[in-house]
């Protein structure tokens, strides 16, 4: 397996890079929005990134299925299984904010092995595979030791239906409880987090398209990263509760999810 992870790194690094010129080309250039049937924006430049992205995926992983935010699922059986968001952020894209990204994970048989975020605009790219450690630009990076609620930094992004929840009540105790509240929101509260910047991030309305290479690098970075009730990640997730050690276990009791075997 070592040598499918070293191929598939590669291609997802290279795959990044590709989806961040065809996105800063429309960036540069300007793009019609289409709305899609969920009421999300779509543009040519998630499309275009999408389609060069699996091309390289496919060349290098050809065993290997996709799962894509613009073209859909190929083939979800398979023991490995890419999963791909060309530019998650359109909304922050099309509103000229730095707030976007691609994302691009690998799934073995069910569990997240490797994560590639890029955020070209931003200046940053991070990636991990699993057991190898986080990484930032090549750098290796690793969570804060926080482990008290009144140290923590929090970061909050889509939590609308969180606000018609029982545990909006709790959330609002932490933060009272907490350091600071922020709202950095995408792909840049949980690149903070991997590199000690913040301690606690909380999403009520995600896809695992949004999240799932994050998943991997908060993980390899030292965090723990779950959905709002204790659960790993899974095709299914829809909540994100990730953070370090003993924030996310105090926020988990909190929020009355289950414990989980760290």
């Known amino acids: 397996m070592t040598d499918v992870l070293d191929k598939a790194l590669g ?13 800063l080309h429309y960036w540069r250039a300007g793009v019609d929005v289409i ?6 924006p ?33 083939d979800t059986s398979r023991e490995y299984l890419w999963l791909v968001d060309p530019l998650d952020g359109t909304k922050s894209f099309v509103r000229r904010t730095p707030f976007f990204s691609t994302q691009i994970a ?9 994560g590639v975020s890029s955020a070209p605009l931003y200046g ?25 609620m009144r140290d923590a930094s929090i970061s909050t992004g889509n939590v609308k239906s969180l606000t018609m929840d029982a ?9 009272r409880d907490s350091s600071r509240i922020r709202g950095y929101g995408d792909f ?11 301690d606690l991030v909380i999403e009520s309305d995600v896809s695992i398209l949004d999240v799932a290479a994050l998943a991997v690098i908060v993980r390899e970075a030292g965090g723990l990263f779950t959905d709002l009730d204790g659960r790993a990640p899974s095709l299914d997730t829809r909540s994100v509760l990730a953070g370090t050690p003993a924030i996310h276990a105090e926020a988990l009791a909190r929020l009355g999810g289950a414990t989980i075997d760290r």
């Open 11 to 23: 291609a997802a690094r290279d795959a990044a890079g590709a989806a961040a010129e065809i996105i």
């Open 35 to 40: 709305v899609k049937g969920d009421d999300t």
């Open 42 to 74: 779509v543009t040519v430049a998630d499309r275009e990134a999408e389609l060069a992205i699996r091309g390289i995926l496919a060349q290098a992983l050809p065993e290997a299925g996709i799962y894509g935010e613009e073209y859909g699922a190929d």
């Open 106 to 114: 690998l799934m073995h048989r069910g569990e997240l092995v490797l």
């Open 124 to 148: 940053e790219r991070m990636w991990a595979v699993r057991g190898r450690g986080a990484f930032l630009d090549g750098e290796p990076v690793r969570v804060a030791p926080t482990a008290a």
């Open 167 to 175: 545990r909006w009540h709790a959330l609002g105790g932490m933060i």
């Open 188 to 198: 840049c509260h949980y690149h903070l987090l991997a590199r000690g910047g913040l």
